[in-house]
């Protein structure tokens, strides 16, 4: 069965400290990989996107990692700030694009 | 900028009436769009697939009659939930993309609160 599969559900973390997301697929065969912040309210926004090749991707205070052999991304976020507190999305795209399945998402909580 | 324009971004109405979510593109042509509704604290759930041209394909569990897809043109694609009720109080999201595997770029949502 494809599916996504992000951890932890939420997350509280003090402003100025790191954080790692993680993201598990089982989707196959697979296209790329893409993280979205979306603020409450409001419509998802491109973070970063990742191919099958591409092992790390960088985007500002923004790191995604890609391990396609064991199915894992992360996106880890640098010295926190409170307009990071959102929900991050990872969405997976197979069957040469056909297919998109989105994860439940990961609630931030950044605070002062 | 925006690429994908949404509109309204929110909307009250009485329980019965219909109301019309509409989904445009601003910069190039969108062949196919995606529509979603969110739920409080839960993430996007794919309602159907807007083609231009021809009939939207809907997701499992999703009434082609309540949720009525139109794409006539290119640039616009519009979610007419019809006799609203309470239930159907939602976060309504569109995107689409420029190519099949490329970024998804999604509106910036419409919130819909049926009394």
């Known amino acids: 069965k494809n599916q996504v599969e992000q951890s932890p559900q939420s997350l509280i973390i003090l402003e100025g400290k790191n954080c790692t997301l993680q993201?598990?697929?089982?989707?196959?065969?697979?296209?790329?990989l893409r993280w979205y912040k979306q603020d409450t309210g409001r419509g998802p926004v491109s973070l970063t996107i990742?191919?099958?090749?591409?092992n790390t991707k960088s985007n500002g205070r923004y790191t995604a990692t890609l391990d396609a052999d064991t199915k894992q991304s992360s996106l880890h976020i640098t010295a926190s700030q409170l307009s990071d507190s959102a929900s991050y999305i990872c969405v997976v795209t197979y069957t040469g694009g056909f297919k998109t399945i989105f994860g439940a998402g990961t609630r931030l909580f950044v605070k002062a | 900028g925006a690429v994908v324009s949404q509109h309204p971004s929110w909307v009250i109405c009485k329980s019965g009436t219909s109301v019309k979510i509409e989904c445009r593109s601003l910069?190039?042509?969108?062949?196919?769009m995606f529509w979603y509704r969110q739920f409080p604290k839960q993430s996007l759930m794919l309602m159907a697939t807007s083609n231009e041209g021809s009939k939207a394909t809907y997701e499992q569990g999703v009434e082609k009659d309540k949720f009525l897809i139109n794409h006539a043109s290119l640039t616009l694609s519009t979610l007419t939930v019809t006799s609203a009720h309470p239930e159907d109080s939602s976060f309504y999201i569109c995107?689409?993309?420029?190519?099949?595997?490329?970024?998804?770029?999604f509106g910036e949502g419409s919130r819909l609160t049926v009394l």
């Open positions: 990742m191919t099958f090749s591409e």
């Open positions: 910069d190039f042509q969108a062949t196919t």
């Open positions: 993201c598990n697929y089982t989707v196959s065969p697979f296209s790329n």
């Open positions: 995107s689409t993309n420029r190519d099949r595997a490329g970024e998804l770029f």
